[in-house]
């Protein structure tokens, strides 16, 4: 799939077929966030894949978003921002919540790239998820998602239109001279 095609196609799906997915396309969708851009290239993004079925239950349960708990795999986005502090002391936290965020989308477009689908999921109890899944104290968790071949159609979505959410120049001006 083209890339623009990828950017455009892309959406939440939140109902996934009984279909099994294979464990390479979880690979190659993992391995798309390693060539996400990083702060100094520190690579602060770890990932958990979570394919068992009673867990993949208790973190839909624990996110109280009972669609999760049809997707065939979960990718949990965790931070470990140590070093990134270390180098950039606050904006390290920012470098690396952003470098999570695009990790993620980075994913987001291999998963529809291979025909599958997901759903960014960031509400959850973060201390449940992270006694489910043993995380350190010291490691944020910052996003889920499951992932499944789509069983529903998304509805057309208003996409907000270029010319609000740009300025030139300076806040607010919307005229390019
Ligand atoms: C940071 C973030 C958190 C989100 N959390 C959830 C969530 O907890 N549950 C959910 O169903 N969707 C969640 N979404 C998905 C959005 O609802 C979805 O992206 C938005 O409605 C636009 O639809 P689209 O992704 O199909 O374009 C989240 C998206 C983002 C970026």
New binding site residues.
């Given amino acids: 799939m083209q890339l623009d095609k990828s950017i455009r196609s ?3 799906i ?1 109902k996934y077929l009984d279909k099994k997915v294979s464990f390479s396309d979880i690979t190659e969708i993992c391995d798309a966030a390693r060539f996400a851009p990083m702060a100094c290239n520190k690579f602060s993004v770890r990932l958990i894949v979570v394919s068992n079925k009673e867990k993949i239950k208790k973190i839909a349960e624990i ?1 109280q ?1 009972p669609f999760i708990a049809d997707g065939k795999y979960i990718i949990v986005v965790c931070t470990d921002k140590k070093d990134l502090v270390k180098s950039f002391g606050d904006n390290g936290t920012r470098n690396a919540r952003q470098q999570a965020g695009a990790a993620i989308e980075h994913m987001l477009l291999k998963i529809t790239d291979l025909g599958l689908s997901a ?5 959850f109890d973060d201390n449940a998820l992270k006694r489910l899944l043993k995380i350190p104290k010291n490691i944020d968790v910052e ?1 889920l998602f499951p992932i499944g071949y789509a069983a529903e159609k ?1 509805k057309k ?1 208003f996409k907000t239109d270029l010319k609000s959410i740009l300025f030139f120049d300076e806040w607010d001006k919307k005229e390019r001279k």
């Fill in positions: 892309r959406r939440s939140r996110s978003q759903c960014w999921v960031g509400w996003a998304p979505l």
